[in-house]
């Protein structure tokens, strides 16, 4: 076992480095790359055989151009699933701090989930309400500016899930009433249509960029855009 203690009169405390040079010589200096390995914890077991394998590892790495009094860097995570002997990445703090679990792929998200990593049915991300407790909000969507807030997906009192979005008056201002609506609601034009990824699936709806035309601040990018 390994105990790191700090005695003083200040805020810090002990602390482990890893450092990483590209230079042969200790005390010389050359600077690293993207994408080199700064340092590395595995948690080895012994299997019946030895103990070279291990469970689990966490791993740092250089994530961009690194320079003078400018590192960045990046944590991945590794578990060896059962029957291998094998690390699998399962997650990754990105230099920019995004996040992707089951992916190294972040989509410029702050958390990038991609729950079939073993080509079986999995989750994404369950939230699970207590049996005798309702109307818990189990995510909530806050104004940066004073945290209020703009929206909340919860628990119902009914044991359903409720999707809620502010409309209050109190947050408008320049309110006038809509002249002609039942005329833009028939310019509306509800579809049938199966998903071109999902053939089997059936759905009713509209068409974005038919709504767009039609109700613009309803609907968010551009039609036959790639992102």
């Given at each position: 076992?390994?105990?790191?203690?700090?005695?003083?009169?200040?805020?810090?405390?002990?602390?482990?480095?890893f450092?990483?040079?590209?230079?042969?010589?200790?005390?010389?200096?050359t600077?690293?790359?993207?994408?080199?390995?700064l340092?590395?914890?595995?948690?080895?077991?012994?299997?019946?055989?030895?103990?070279?394998?291990?469970?689990?590892e966490?791993?740092?790495?250089v994530?961009?151009t690194?320079g003078?009094?400018?590192?960045?860097g990046r944590?991945?995570?590794?578990?060896?699933?059962?029957?291998s002997?094998?690390?699998?990445?399962?997650?990754?703090?990105?230099?920019?701090?995004?996040?992707?679990m089951?992916?190294?792929t972040?989509?410029?998200?702050?958390?990038?989930?991609?729950?079939?990593?073993?080509?079986?049915?999995?989750?994404?991300?369950?939230?699970?309400?207590?049996?005798?407790?309702?109307?818990?909000i189990?995510?909530?969507?806050?104004?940066?500016?004073?945290n209020?807030?703009?929206?909340?997906?919860?628990?119902?009192?009914?044991?359903?899930?409720?999707?809620n979005?502010?409309?209050?008056?109190r947050?408008?201002?320049?309110?006038?009433?809509?002249?002609?609506?039942?005329?833009?609601?028939?310019?509306?034009?509800?579809?049938?249509?199966?998903?071109k990824?999902?053939?089997?699936?059936?759905?009713?709806?509209?068409?974005?960029h038919?709504?767009?035309?039609?109700?613009?601040?309803?609907?968010?990018g551009?039609k036959?855009?790639l992102d």
């Open positions: 076992s390994l105990a790191l203690r700090r005695f003083g009169n200040s805020a810090q405390g002990a602390f482990l480095t450092s990483k040079s590209r230079n042969g010589a200790d005390g010389n200096r600077i690293v790359q993207n994408g080199d390995e340092g590395r914890m595995a948690f080895c077991a012994d299997d019946g055989t030895d103990l070279l394998h291990a469970g689990a966490i791993a740092a790495f994530d961009g690194p003078s009094n400018d590192v960045p944590l991945s995570f590794y578990t060896t699933p059962d029957g002997a094998t690390l699998s990445e399962r997650m990754r703090i990105g230099a920019g701090g995004l996040i992707s089951g992916t190294t972040t989509a410029n998200a702050r958390l990038f989930i991609n729950p079939n990593v073993d080509s079986t049915t999995q989750r994404g991300i369950t939230i699970s309400g207590r049996k005798d407790v309702y109307d818990v189990a995510i909530n969507f806050v104004h940066a500016t004073n209020s807030s703009a929206g909340s997906i919860q628990f119902t009192t009914t044991a359903a899930v409720q999707y979005t502010t409309s209050d008056y947050l408008k201002q320049d309110i006038v009433t809509l002249t002609d609506s039942i005329t833009r609601l028939k310019q509306l034009n509800p579809v049938h249509f199966k998903w990824d999902m053939p089997s699936v059936e759905s009713d709806g509209f068409l974005a038919e709504v767009q035309t039609v109700v613009p601040s309803a609907i968010t551009e036959d855009a």
